[in-house]
């Protein structure tokens, strides 16, 4: 079986120097040749690139040392080994060729043994680290494909969690699908908010993201007399509807795979969301009467989304509110429903969640200016 061979690039001005060099390694390096330092420049450039480079200290113009320091200066050159062949053979003359970047100094005249074996030993280190390159560059394949392989099962689990929930309130359509980029624009807008800033980074903003559609799931223990019942719910019915935050962090505890370790799971930011998101800021919430920053950052985003889609969505027990009215009455809930953080960011996106609302809009009745006293039937 043939293999390739190494190549070497010799630069010395002296034809004769070229001649016995290459004479040497013939038999078992693949060679070329550079007259000056240019000339070798200009070669490495064209490519391909040489394994290892034997290179003269003293040549005209440009020596060996300029030489060497502009190999290396470049990235797509710096890993080439550079091994100095010079008749200068005082420690200073080593010294000084190390410090331009060579990994080894040959004083002339040469041994035609000890250049092999020094050529040899650092044509071995260059298929050592060329070999361990290539290792850590399919750990890296290999790890960012088990990552996915993560990311995507922790996609597939959130949607099936979530279409769970839709089974169970059909009328509400797209509202996940609006709610979670409600969600993302709001955390975008705060992620530069001194007191949000080193919470909202890219990854959790995107595992928000991902949780919002959970924020109902507990919805799948409700009675479907009282989570379809088209009107006012009763006093009972009500505290029967406010179990549903209960439920869905239960339901969400029971998909992790450890329970216990809250700091670490996927689902932790879900599971704040879907208990925690009928929470006012004032403390007259449910279902623990959280108040201010007691209630996780997460489920006051989603608090502030999810009022804003019921409102100008289609209920069984209302007609969509208009836009602009949706806005009014989420305003008036500043320090008394909503986080005053989150509320400004609103007041600036608020044009954003309506391009949203209109990308992923239901097919529902016209809009209308209806008495907001149906707030109070999901706030």
Aim: hydrophobic letters at 40%.
């Amino acid at each position: 079986m043939s293999t390739t061979k190494n190549h070497i690039l010799v630069v010395d001005d002296e034809p004769i120097n070229l001649k016995v060099l290459s004479n040497i390694l013939r038999d078992l390096y693949s060679i070329s040749v550079a007259k000056d330092g240019p000339h070798a420049l200009a070669r490495v450039a064209a490519g391909p690139k040489p394994d290892l480079i034997l290179l003269d200290v003293m040549m005209p113009d440009m020596d060996g040392l300029e030489v060497c320091q502009r190999l290396k200066q470049e990235e797509s050159t710096a890993h080439i080994p550079v091994i100095f062949v010079t008749a200068l053979g005082q420690p200073h003359n080593e010294t000084q060729g190390f410090e331009a970047g060579a990994v080894d100094y040959i004083t002339k005249p040469i041994s035609p043994s000890v250049v092999l074996a020094r050529i040899r030993t650092h044509i071995a280190l260059v298929q050592t680290q060329r070999a361990l390159r290539d290792h850590n560059l399919e750990l890296e394949r290999l790890v960012a494909q088990r990552t996915q392989e993560v990311v995507s099962t922790q996609d597939v689990t959130i949607r099936a969690m979530a279409s769970l929930a839709e089974t169970r309130d059909n009328e509400t359509g797209n509202h996940v699908k609006r709610t979670q980029h409600y969600v993302r624009v709001l955390a975008e807008r705060l992620r530069n908010h001194p007191s949000h800033a080193s919470v909202l980074d890219d990854r959790t903003i995107g595992l928000l993201f991902k949780s919002a559609p959970l924020h109902d799931i507990g919805k799948v223990g409700i009675p479907d007399a009282i989570l379809l019942k088209p009107g006012k719910l009763t006093d009972a019915e009500f505290d029967i509807m406010k179990k549903h935050p209960d439920l869905g962090r239960n339901a969400i505890l029971a998909a992790e795979e450890s329970p216990d370790d809250h700091n670490i799971s996927f689902l932790r930011l879900a599971r704040e969301i879907a208990h925690s998101h009928h929470e006012k800021w004032d403390g007259s919430g449910y279902p623990l009467g959280l108040s201010g920053t007691e209630i996780p950052l997460a489920a006051r985003l989603m608090a502030l989304a999810d009022v804003y889609d019921a409102l100008i969505s289609r209920r069984v027990y209302k007609p969509p509110f208009p836009h602009e009215k949706a806005v009014e009455i989420i305003m008036e809930g500043r320090g008394r429903h909503f986080d005053p953080d989150i509320l400004d960011a609103f007041a600036l996106e608020k044009d954003a969640f309506k391009t949203i609302a209109d990308s992923f809009s239901d097919a529902q009745a016209p809009e209308t200016d209806a008495s907001s006293d149906a707030y109070e039937k999901f706030s």
